[in-house]
């Protein structure tokens, strides 16, 4: 009977053994097959990557409706489409890049900061939204990319982040992983081999796809005690330790070089299309000084309790880290952090959680975006200066 169930279990893992092998080697065959293609042809875009925001939505606010259309973006109740096929003379074109925030969760399609934006520069200025749920700065780029390809030909570009910096840090602890980046959807490996791939000098652009059984496989065998212990965290079973300082301190640093490295494949793009980039940090609750500011601060246990719990520590140690690599890098990051205080708050609150905001909250921040645009088309700001 045992020799019966040895010889099972050993033709099971010969079989397991042999479909992985397998498996692995397509996978290695694809990837050399991407590098070692050298033939000029139209860049791909893996669209199932892109991961939108639900198409078709229709919800109301108020007296106002969130809407997006089939590929999952909005517009301001005054546009006709997302990308219009004809422009006005002398129109001012903005493209608008961000997460959430930039998208304008939980209010209306006039009330978002794109739209306050183009109705504070006025008629001759179109603001065009590509905020999407949860992207970060690497995201964004990738979304830029596939934008460019479809035709659109911006004069500016501003991007809104900070916020989701954090996430790849939840989805680390997701995972089991304390030491190293999780590349969630897009990273930053994917755009160093966009880059090598001659994205801007205009040839192959590589497929950016993990394959489903590596993504699955590789923390399960590299990491199988972190692994499951994660499985019986989400059923409530165990909970992770808060993470050390030191550990917050290292992701931070290796956060803020992750952002300049999609901002330096960003000024790649500007340079070949001809646009200017704005980079913009976002006002979020751990800057806040006047808890009037704040309409409701979200449950902390939203998601990964461990790295929500030491998000401000996070934002505290990687905005200032971002601003001093700005200037290393030469990259001018504009620092909306602090825009809340200083008595901002007296009559109305604008936080509806530790990031999203009000409608007024948005026009606020729209008000701070349009004083930075207005430099820039007045010629007082150069934007490769960091100061």
């Given amino acids: ?22 498996i692995l080697t397509l996978n290695l065959a694809a990837y050399i097959y991407t590098v070692t293609t050298t033939e000029p042809s139209t860049w791909q875009v893996d669209q199932s990557r892109l991961r939108m925001f639900q198409p078709n939505v229709d919800i109301r606010h108020g007296d106002q409706f969130e809407r997006t259309n089939a590929s999952g973006f909005r517009k301001a109740p005054w546009h006709n489409s997302h990308l219009p096929k004809t422009w006005r003379d002398g129109e001012l074109k903005i493209a608008f890049f961000g997460g959430s925030a930039a998208y304008g969760a939980s209010v209306g399609d006039g009330d978002t900061i794109p739209a306050h934006l183009e109705k504070i520069l006025g008629s001759s200025v179109r603001v065009i939204n590509f905020g999407q749920g949860s992207y970060s ?5 990738y979304l830029l990319v596939d934008a460019l390809i479809g035709g659109a030909r911006p004069d500016l570009i501003i991007f809104y982040d900070g916020n ?25 490996t994917q ?4 880059r090598q791939s001659g994205l801007a000098e205009g040839r192959r652009f590589w497929w950016i796809e993990n394959w489903p059984l590596t993504r699955w496989l590789v923390p399960v065998a590299s990491y199988p005690v972190p692994w499951i212990l994660n499985k019986l965290s989400d059923r409530g079973i165990w909970t992770f330790p808060v993470l050390s300082d030191q550990y917050i301190e290292s992701y931070a640093d290796a956060a803020a070089n992750r952002y300049f490295e999609a901002a330096d494949f960003v000024e ?53 880290k971002v601003f001093e690599r700005s200037v290393e890098r030469q990259i001018k990051v504009h620092d909306l952090s602090d825009v809340f205080n200083d008595g901002v708050c007296d009559n109305e609150g604008y936080f509806t959680d530790s990031v999203h905001l009000t409608a007024s909250g948005n026009k606020l921040v729209a008000t701070h975006l349009a004083d930075i645009v207005r430099s820039f088309v007045e010629g007082r700001d150069d934007l490769s200066s960091p100061n």
């Avoid at 700065?137 to 780029?141: G, P, R, V």
């Fill in 191 to 194: 755009i160093e081999a966009a």
């Fill in 164 to 188: 989701n910096e954090t996430n790849e840090l939840i989805q680390n602890i997701r995972a089991g992983v304390e030491a190293d980046f999780v590349n969630t959807d897009i990273g930053w």
């Fill in 137 to 141: 700065m690497h995201q964004e780029a």
């Fill in 1 to 22: 009977m045992f020799q019966r169930l040895s010889r099972i279990l050993a033709l099971v893992m010969i079989n397991v053994g042999a479909a992985t092998a397998i």
């Fill in 268 to 320: 790649e793009l500007a340079e070949q299309f001809e646009f200017q980039a704005i980079f913009v940090f976002q006002p979020i609750t751990a800057f806040v000084t006047d808890s009037r500011c704040i309409v409701s601060a979200g449950s902390v246990a939203y998601y990964m309790r461990p790295a929500y719990m030491k998000g401000p520590q996070f934002f505290r140690e990687f905005y200032p």
